[in-house]
């Protein structure tokens, strides 16, 4: 079955970086557009990032553009979020998705999701 498992979360500090990886497993990689989602206390998911199969085609939520990147590796089956100058705002729990179609909101498979904590 399909599986992703994002790691890196942890605290940080406000202005600083983290990047987020997700490893997946039980699909064909590089037919899956992946993405980055997030939910934060007491709101609803929201959409953070997506990348095409190959990684010619990115997309950012307003929030994010400029401070976060989006990035793969499809020969370790891994993508990447790395987030520069986190504000509190980004604190929440970040989830990785993959689906066939790109720019999709309601993606196929979801990751259970890593914790990003940010101290102002």
């Known amino acids: 079955q399909v599986q992703l498992v994002e790691s890196g979360g942890e605290l940080v500090q406000a202005g600083g970086s983290l990047r987020l990886s997700c490893a997946a497993s039980g699909l064909t990689f590089s037919l899956f557009t992946m993405g980055w989602f997030r939910q934060a206390p007491g709101k609803e998911r929201e959409f953070v990032a997506t990348?095409?199969?190959?990684?010619?085609?990115?997309n950012y939520a307003d929030s994010v553009k400029g401070r976060f990147t989006i990035s793969r590796d499809n020969a370790k089956n891994t993508v990447y979020l790395q987030m520069n100058g986190l504000e509190s705002e980004d604190t929440a729990v970040y989830y990785c998705t993959a689906d066939r179609q790109l720019g999709t909101m309601t993606p196929r498979y979801w990751g259970r999701g890593t914790q990003v904590t940010v101290s102002s």
């Open positions: 990348i095409s199969w190959g990684g010619g085609t990115k």
